[in-house]
Structure formats: C-alpha cells, structure tokens
C-alpha cells in the first residue's frame, strides 16, 4: 500500500499528464514544459505524451513557423524536434539572415532567444552551414551580453548555456534548476513539476546506490589484476550517462562490463605491458574482433 506521499506523487504525475493533453496544440507554453521535463530528467514519467506533442508540431512545422520572428519560439520548437530524432531542414533559419550579412537580430532584451538559438545550433550535422553560423553568431551576441549590465542571474544563465549547453553537456542532470528561474510565475504547471522531479530524483539517486552495490559484487578486478586502476564510479557515470531511463538499471549494471575492459586495455598498454608483449597483445585482439565479432559476448 503507497503512503500519503506516493498518492500525492501519483496525482501531481496524473495533474501533469491532463496539462501536456491539454497544450498539444499550443505553440510554445506546451515546448517549455516539455524542454523542462526534460531538463529535470523525468521525460520516461510523460514519454508518450511528448511523443504526442513532438509529433503534432513536426506535422505542423511550417504553419507554425509561418511569419514568425521569434527566435525563441523556433528555435525550441527545432531543437526539440531534432533532439528526439525529427528529420528537420535547418533553412527556417534563413528568415533571421540578410543577404551577404549573415545574421541580423535585436540583442537588446533577447538573451533569452539568443541562448535558445546557440543551444539549437548543437544540433547541428555535417554540411549544415547555417547552424555553424548560427553558433558563431549566437556565441557573440551572448558573449557580448556578458559584458553588459544585466542582473547576477541573467549572466549565470548565460554563463551556463555557453559552457554547458544541453546537448553537450552531463550537465543536463545537474542544471535544471537554473532555468526554473527564468520561466514565467504564472506557469500553472510549475509547482507540481518541481514537486514531481525532486521526488523522483530521490529515487532514482536510490536506484543508482544499488546498482553500484551490485557493480561492487560483480566486480572483483582490483584483486584479479592489481595493475589495473579500480574506477568503478567513473565506469558507471559513463553508463549512467548513456542509460539514462530509470527502466533500464540490468543494462546499466551490465554495460559496466565493456566499460570497464576499455580501461583494463588503457591500462595495460600505459603502466603494464612490455613492448614485445603489447605487439603480440594487440595481434589477439585484433584476431578477436575480425574472427569472433559475431560471438560477443
């Protein structure tokens, strides 16, 4: 049976769920809850429900930018879509161009597009000249702003952004809050999403306590092979990175095994091995990945 914080718990999800069914058709307060969600990492908790409105905005992607100015808006509604793997021309862009003088924007009272655009631009891929540009000119402008009066939070904000944007960055686990500050008070759905996220970063720090509990049993390497370092919590963060669904704790616990023979490898080579024996060290591995790649374990 739940205690009264788990039922809370539950209808603060159920108070969220009804909200996201609510905006799918609305251009931008439905991008900001969900870019929130998913900077404060609870995207599995409400993950068909972002399905749901990613979808309809990619459908209506062009409509939507129709005789737009708002970099903000566009350049979330981008990132976002990019980010869950919506297949995006990044031409939109063009329309904050001028000819032959890249682009042309309003600094004054616009840190918060210009962030949104620089974080758009990671999204970049090969080729994609325009959202190269875009960083170079979303960098600038932001690095400029540092230099003017704005208020402590404003340059932190942008501070951030520039060393840690979203898409880059572990940072995304860490930083969520520095951007609670900058959404609009009268956001109904704010308290309880907060409420939400602190509730289940507590269990899901639990979670992780047990799997590095599991990955000690498992693991006995330092007795094995005192040569080896034994980072155990370094192997895991890269797991943790990677597998970031609380659904997915075996294949965590599990991904440490590959993790920790890069390492064990690494080491071999840098502290261990003699010359003669790392050539003929390198030969059986080689062997092993051109004959036995079909029998990985």
Known sequence: ???????????????????????????VESL??????M????????????????????THFTSLNHGK???????????????EGYYLLAGLYHEFQDRGKG???????NAKGMMELYEASQMSIEGVDILDEAECFSSKCLNELLTCNLDPEQVRMIESTLRYPYRKSFARSLAPLSFVNDMPVANPWMEDLLEVANRERRIIRSLHRKE??????????????????????????WSMAILTDPSLSELRVELIKPISLVYIIDDIFDVYGKADELILFTEVIERYIVVDIPFYP
């Open 32 to 37: 900001i809850i969900v870019d929130m969600i």
């Open 212 to 237: 590095i509990h599991q990955i000690n049993m498992r693991l006995g390497l330092g007795e094995e092979m005192e040569f080896v370092r034994d980072q155990r919590l370094k192997w895991y963060m």
């Open 69 to 83: 100015d708002d970099v903000y808006e566009i350049a979330l509604r981008f990132r976002l879509l990019r980010q």
């Open 1 to 27: 049976m739940q205690d009264d914080s788990g039922i809370k718990h539950e209808e603060k999800v159920k108070s969220i769920t009804g909200f996201l069914n609510n905006v799918v058709s609305e251009p």
């Open 103 to 109: 682009f042309i924007m309003k600094l004054e009272g």
């Open 39 to 58: 900077r404060l990492g609870i995207k599995s908790l409400f993950q068909e429900h972002i399905k749901a409105i990613l979808q309809w905005k990619y």
